[in-house]
Nanobody, 113 residues
Framework: QVQLVESGGGLVQPGGSLRLSCAASGSIFSTMGWYRQAPGKERELVASITRSYSTYYTDSVKGRFTISRNNVKNTVYLQMNSLKPEDTAVYYC?????????WGQGTQVTVSS
């Protein structure tokens, strides 16, 4: 069974840090990454990383977020530093297989004082 299990969300003050983790199982995964969706907004791609470690970041998180992965553990991470209130959203992990895209259940990140 192919599945993703996310962890690491929570409440943090502006300027703080959080680390999201997403453990995948059941297949070989090419690109993995994170989307987020804030209330009333469309889901947006935050960051992605290929199996060969090429990365992409949306402009609003460049210099603050770092995506990484462990291909042996099939796990992708999102280190989020200097968090801002506008980073508040549900963060969804995804992973691409040959046949489809698999999604995690989502984890809430709230940045508030």
């Amino acid at each position: 069974q192919v599945q993703l299990v996310e962890s690491g969300g929570g409440l943090v003050q502006p300027g703080g840090s959080l680390r999201l983790s997403c453990a995948a199982s059941g297949s070989i995964f090419s690109t993995m990454g994170w989307y987020r969706q804030a209330p009333g907004k469309e889901r947006e791609l935050v960051a992605s990383i290929t199996r060969s470690y090429s990365t992409y970041y949306t402009d609003s998180v460049k210099g603050r977020f770092t995506i990484s992965r462990n291909n042996v553990k099939n796990t992708v991470y999102l280190q989020m530093n200097s968090l801002k209130p506008e980073d508040t959203a549900v963060y969804y992990c995804y992973a691409e297989t040959v046949l489809s895209t698999i999604w995690g259940q989502g984890t809430q990140v709230t940045v508030s004082s």
